[in-house]
């Protein structure tokens, strides 16, 4: 069990999260994100990244039912930025895809085997090939041969992903309580309070996004 300061950050059961890490400055995000319909926590400014958190990890996160890794690819066109989309599911699979501006740089799959089930063949990690050019995206060239060799190693039984994504994020300089947003809308554990996010739904704060929200929500899945 993974345990970030005092308080539990996965369990038996483990987590599913998602975060957009975005290098432009807030306000270009937050305003982004608005033109995109995002649903979710963004965060504030730490170490050069911004951070969102969406509501549906799985799911439909933005108009247009963009996934994370859609509206990743958005965001980094739109503000011709650095983007790196997160993906933890129920910390079994860590997934992973950077973007350059309208240049992708890495499509990352931790468990081959997790993530496509019905393939006999699928096995172990892929996408190893782009970690030198995350490295490179996240400001830490020199990083990239480890950074090859930890999304390469095969977990244990007893780690998890988000173990795997706390030793990426301290590699690359990235706020490690992102292991911890499944916690939001409640204080994220060693991270920002809860009132240091904006809260978006369907691109729009307080009661207009309550409203507009409920009016999206039968279009945009869970899963």
């Given at each position: 069990?993974?345990?970030y300061?005092?308080?539990?950050?996965?369990?038996?059961?483990?987590?599913?999260y998602a975060?957009l890490?975005?290098?432009?400055p807030?306000?270009?995000?937050v305003?982004?994100?608005?033109?995109?319909?995002?649903?979710?926590?963004?965060?504030?400014?730490?170490?050069g990244?911004?951070?969102?958190?969406?509501?549906?990890?799985?799911?439909?996160?933005?108009?247009?039912?963009?996934?994370?890794?859609?509206?990743?690819?958005?965001?980094a066109?739109?503000?011709?930025?650095?983007v790196?989309?997160?993906?933890?599911?129920?910390?079994?699979?860590?997934?992973?895809?950077?973007?350059?501006?309208?240049?992708?740089?890495?499509?990352?799959?931790?468990?081959?085997?997790?993530?496509?089930p019905?393939?006999?063949?699928?096995?172990?990690?892929?996408?190893?090939?782009g970690?030198?050019g995350?490295?490179?995206?996240?400001?830490?060239?020199?990083?990239?041969?480890?950074?090859?060799?930890?999304?390469?190693?095969?977990l244990?039984?007893s780690?998890?992903e988000?173990?795997?994504?706390?030793?990426v994020c301290?590699?690359?300089?990235?706020?490690?309580?992102?292991?911890?947003?499944?916690?939001?809308p409640?204080?994220?554990?060693?991270?920002?309070?809860?009132?240091?996010?904006?809260?978006?739904?369907?691109?729009?704060?307080?009661?207009?996004?309550?409203?507009?929200?409920?009016?999206?929500?039968?279009?945009r899945?869970?899963?």
């Open positions: 069990m993974t345990v300061g005092t308080e539990q950050v996965a369990g038996p059961e483990g987590l599913t975060v890490l975005v290098r432009p807030r306000a270009a995000v305003a982004a994100l608005t033109r995109e319909r995002f649903s979710g926590w963004v965060g504030p400014a730490e170490s990244w911004v951070s969102a958190v969406p509501d549906r990890p799985r799911g439909h996160v933005a108009a247009r039912r963009r996934r994370v890794a859609d509206l990743g690819a958005v965001v066109r739109d503000l011709r930025a650095a790196v989309a997160v993906l933890v599911q129920r910390d079994e699979l860590l997934r992973l895809w950077g973007y350059d501006a309208a240049t992708g740089v890495i499509a990352y799959v931790s468990d081959a085997h997790v993530a496509f019905d393939d006999e063949d699928a096995y172990g990690a892929l996408g190893l090939e970690a030198r995350l490295a490179t995206l996240a400001g830490h060239p020199d990083a990239a041969d480890e950074l090859t060799e930890l999304l390469g190693e095969e244990g039984e780690e998890s988000s173990e795997r994504l706390m030793a301290r590699l690359l300089g990235w706020p490690q309580w992102l292991v911890a947003v499944d916690s939001l409640r204080r994220v554990p060693g991270g920002p309070d809860a009132d240091a996010f904006t809260r978006l739904r369907a691109g729009r704060t307080g009661l207009p996004g309550v409203l507009t929200a409920r009016a999206v929500a039968v279009v899945r869970n899963e």
